[in-house]
């Protein structure tokens, strides 16, 4: 890859890990739920107005979008709201990873290379230290909805590669439309319309400022920019030497989640998190191509 592709690279992956503190942001405001209906409704009316829908068979679109703009981020905005730490977050969530490969081979029958599989079980034994640490300083639950995130995304990236869509981002763009009725449905059954109208109310308030300015980033710069830009280098590049940057993204998210927030890993917590990296990163990069571990090109 030339030097500027490896920046934008960069770029993107930098742009991802800091899509974590603007959930974070946004949760201050809004509840979880609510908040992903919002977040999606915002993308589906342009996408509906301007965006070509992808000529791809219906079931696999709606996969996509139960999958990874449902369960995904149901799962993640409802840890981050019961306390998950934001950069936290951003690592656990790579548990998508080890999940895409499991399902792809006990739904899809993918081949599982020896490599591939040893991958998957380090990046297991990190998920399961990162668990045990959290149990032991708090609660399961945050941990585990975030880690049900990942399985949401694993559950959209095979919906997403069954559809094949000549071109990834209209994919994208036309998953918004699947989960804002859904949501907005939940939200009104278990959040109610008393919190929905609460933080409406409030939401033209000076306070409530980042919580908008971190909803437009995750859309425009996380969503529409970042994906554009993976897109295209994707389209331009093997996916083995450009999947490998997402493994920044954790990176990032901790760093930004570190100086901004002041939230500290434990150290073991940091090992966890080092395996789950590893573990991904000894499956992608080989010479082979295989059933990939590699996250989607989407980020939260």
């Known amino acids: 890859m030339p030097p500027r592709h490896v920046l934008l690279a960069v770029g993107v992956a930098v742009v991802w890990g800091i899509n974590f503190l603007a959930i974070h942001a946004s949760l201050e405001q809004f509840p979880p739920l609510f908040l992903v209906a919002l977040r999606f409704g915002v993308m589906a009316i342009p996408t509906l107005l301007f965006v070509p829908r992808p000529k791809v068979p219906l079931r696999w679109l709606i996969g996509y979008g139960l999958g990874f703009g449902t ?6 905005y409802l840890g981050m709201a019961a306390g998950f730490p934001a950069g936290l977050a951003s690592l656990v969530l790579q548990s998508s990873a080890p999940f895409t490969v499991l ?21 297991v034994m990190g998920l399961v230290l990162v668990g045990v640490t959290r149990a032991t300083s708090g ?20 919906a997403a590669r069954q559809a094949a869509a000549p071109n990834p981002l209209h994919l994208t763009m036309w998953m918004s439309v699947v989960p804002p009725l859904p949501m907005l449905a939940l939200s009104l059954a278990f959040e109610g319309p008393d919190q929905i109208a609460s933080s409406l109310a409030t939401s033209l308030t000076a306070a409530a400022v980042p919580a908008w300015i971190g909803l437009g980033y995750t859309v425009l710069i996380g969503t529409v920019l970042g994906s554009g830009v993976w897109v295209w280098l994707m389209s331009r590049h093997p996916a083995g030497r450009v999947a490998p940057f997402s493994m920044l993204v954790p990176v990032s998210g901790l760093t ?40 989607e090109i989407v980020r939260a």
């Open 103 to 123: 399902l792809g081979a006990l739904l899809l029958r993918e081949r599982v290379s020896g490599r591939a599989a040893l991958g998957v079980a380090i990046a």
């Open 71 to 76: 369960l995904q981020f149901i799962g993640l």
């Open 139 to 158: 609660s399961w639950w945050p941990f585990l909805l975030v880690v049900l995130g990942g399985l949401g995304w694993a559950l959209g990236n095979l």
């Open 256 to 295: 930004t989640a570190w100086l901004v927030l002041g939230e500290t890993p434990q150290p073991l917590e940091l090992l966890g998190g080092a395996l789950v990296i590893g573990g991904v990163l000894w499956a992608s990069l080989r010479k082979a191509p295989a059933p990939d571990l590699q996250p």
